[in-house]
């Protein structure tokens, strides 16, 4: 169903769609479209198609895999407006859908692309030697995308192609036709203008539970790429590895944003705002603020202000950010718990109806933002110690002291979770030691938008509870492959090749 019809009358439309599902004959102008959900024959002829193809597509020259990124973006540039409009339909903000769509061109930008190519091969000449370091693909990798931003994620999965594994994704029921659009339109025609073997990539829409264990169990599987909540990860990763597969795990956020006393606090303030996007049902927005007591009055009315202008709406309106929230019952435990542990409500708190009028039973919540002062005991806030998935700011005013700076980054640096951190700041010295020590995280932003895409950089991954044991910065073509040296020789005597290195060691030290 479209999801101005969900936020038009809820139950009339769930009721409608399953009705549907259960093939009866009901007036239904609301649809988007139908999609067929696999059975397990499916998931395992998927994944026997993928086995056959894996090989011959590892044999593929890297320049001609590393052309399937090019011919991705080139489809996306033209495409774009398409798959905008199905992502609105299944319910994401037209600015936002924007934002996703956007990150998917800097993702197949030419820097990302000949960085990534860089790291996948790499030769020196050395005498009579060729010498080749290089990452091969595992083989088979299987996807499993989040349901709140499906498509985009999924063309993140594929970048595994790249690096010359053969792919099987499942798309999510909750929203599978902005992932079946982006694959078959833009990533089939790309494999085939390239001769990809058959079984290259495989997909289907299905529930996930079955398919992950389908794909656990089955020995032609490779790598698990899941995307999903810290708990089921974790047992995932510890799963894969008992059985001999590499889980790569894109898991929750609990970004934090650190403002000091010199920073642009107008600037500052809109990358806050940011954690109100899609009602911060978005991994990487910011979770936590800690701000310098010198500036924190102001920068609280400042966010205030601008939390008072984020707005429902459809999501096909401009200028409309927030996401509808159908179950928010965990939001107000986080608010309850907060306020009884001595946090002040600064902002927000309430339901909102599509208008933004306040409602008890409304679909939307408002943008929340908390104060709470101090930063030691502020993790026995849940709010401050977990990712909450809600327009829920809590900002942290930090005690004044001499040791401020380095409260605040060990603060930082002790987060449990490793996705974004950002710091404003104009001085250089603040600057310096913030890059110095914080060791935890994906990447890192100066005076910067916290969710703003680059070309070059990582556009996800971390370290802790957001990549588990084996997390960093993740580019997917070099997280399903492996290193591997090659050394090409002509004409050397094996018998020298064994003990001419201390030679040269010997003339190297006359």
Same mark, same amino acid.
């Given at each position: 169903?479209?999801?101005?019809?969900?936020?038009?009358?809820?139950?009339?439309?769930?009721?409608?769609?399953?009705?549907?599902?259960?093939?009866?004959? &009901?007036?239904?102008?609301?649809?988007?479209?139908?999609?067929?959900? !696999?059975?397990?024959?499916?998931?395992?002829?998927?994944?026997?198609?993928?086995?056959?193809?894996?090989?011959? $597509?590892?044999?593929?020259?890297?320049?001609?895999?590393?052309?399937?990124?090019?011919?991705?973006?080139?489809?996306?540039? #033209?495409?774009? =407006?398409?798959?905008?409009?199905?992502?609105?339909?299944?319910?994401?903000?037209?600015?936002?859908?924007? $934002?996703?769509? #956007?990150?998917?061109?800097?993702?197949?930008?030419?820097?990302?692309?000949? @960085?990534?190519? *860089?790291?996948?091969?790499?030769?020196?000449?050395?005498?009579?030697?060729?010498?080749?370091?290089?990452?091969?693909?595992? *083989?088979?990798?299987? &996807?499993?995308?989040?349901?709140?931003?499906?498509?985009?994620?999924?063309?993140?999965?594929?970048?595994?192609?790249?690096?010359?594994?053969? &792919?099987?994704?499942?798309?999510?029921?909750?929203?599978?036709?902005?992932?079946?659009?982006?694959?078959?339109?833009?990533?089939?025609?790309?494999?085939?203008?390239?001769?990809?073997?058959?079984?290259?990539?495989?997909?289907?829409?299905?529930?996930?539970?079955?398919?992950?264990? !389908?794909w656990l169990e089955d020995p032609r599987v490779d790598d698990i790429f899941f995307t999903g909540d810290v708990e089921r990860g974790l047992e995932l990763e510890r799963e894969c590895v008992a059985r001999g597969k590499k889980p790569i795990l894109e898991l929750a956020g609990n970004d934090c944003v650190v403002v000091w006393r010199d920073a642009d606090l107008d600037l500052a303030v809109e990358a806050l705002t940011e954690c109100f996007f899609g009602s911060g049902q978005i991994c990487m927005a910011p979770n936590q603020v800690v701000v310098h007591p010198e500036v924190a009055d102001e920068l609280l009315a400042r966010l205030t202000e601008a939390a008072g202008r984020i707005r429902p709406g459809y999501p096909w309106q401009e200028g409309v950010l927030?996401?509808?929230?159908?179950?928010? =019952?965990?939001?107000?435990? @986080?608010?309850?718990?907060?306020?009884?542990?001595?946090?002040?409500?600064?902002?927000?708190?309430?339901?909102?109806? &599509?208008?933004?009028?306040?409602?008890?039973?409304?679909?939307?919540? =408002?943008?929340?933002?908390?104060?709470?002062?101090?930063?030691?005991?502020?993790?026995?806030?849940?709010?401050v110690a977990t990712e909450t998935f809600f327009p829920l700011l809590p900002v942290i005013v930090a005690e004044p002291g001499p040791d401020l700076l380095d409260r605040v980054l060990d603060h930082v640096g002790t987060n449990p979770y490793g996705l974004r951190n950002s710091l404003w700041a104009d001085d250089e010295a603040v600057v310096d030691r913030f890059l110095a020590r914080t060791r935890n995280g994906g990447l890192l932003k100066i005076n910067d938008s916290h969710l703003g895409w680059l070309p070059y950089l990582p556009t996800h991954g971390g370290t802790g509870l957001t990549g588990g044991v084996f997390g960093e910065a993740n580019y997917p073509m070099l997280r399903s492959s492996h290193l591997q040296g090659v050394s090409r020789a002509t004409g050397i005597r094996p018998r020298d090749a064994v003990f001419d290195a201390y030679h040269r060691l010997d003339r190297q030290g006359r």
């Open positions: 169903m479209h999801s101005g019809s969900v936020l038009t009358d809820v139950f009339a439309s769930l009721t409608r769609k399953r009705r549907l599902e259960r093939g009866e004959d &009901v007036p239904a102008t609301d649809v988007v479209g139908r999609c067929a959900v !696999a059975d397990a024959e499916t998931v395992a002829a998927a994944t026997e198609a993928a086995a056959a193809a894996a090989p011959e $597509w590892a044999a593929t020259p890297l320049s001609t895999r590393m052309a399937l990124g090019e011919l991705v973006r080139e489809r996306l540039l #033209a495409r774009h =407006e398409e798959l905008v409009e199905l992502l609105v339909a299944e319910g994401s903000p037209v600015a936002l859908a924007r $934002w996703q769509v #956007a990150g998917l061109v800097e993702l197949f930008s030419p820097e990302t692309l000949a @960085y990534c190519a *860089g790291q996948l091969h790499s030769s020196v000449r050395i005498g009579r030697r060729e010498l080749t370091v290089r990452r091969v693909a595992d *083989g088979v990798v299987c &996807v499993n995308p989040p349901s709140n931003a499906p498509a985009a994620s999924a063309l993140f999965g594929i970048t595994a192609l790249l690096a010359g594994n053969a &792919v099987v994704l499942r798309a999510p029921r909750s929203a599978p036709l902005g992932v079946l659009f982006a694959l078959r339109e833009l990533v089939v025609p790309a494999l085939t203008e390239l001769d990809a073997p058959a079984g290259t990539l495989n997909f289907f829409c299905a529930r996930p539970g079955p398919v992950l264990r !389908a927030l996401s509808p929230v159908l179950r928010s =019952e965990r939001f107000f435990a @986080y608010l309850r718990d907060a306020l009884e542990r001595g946090a002040s409500l600064v902002h927000g708190g309430r339901r909102l109806e &599509v208008d933004g009028e306040p409602s008890d039973t409304g679909p939307f919540l =408002e943008p929340t933002v908390l104060r709470v002062d101090g930063l030691a005991g502020c993790r026995e806030i849940d709010a």
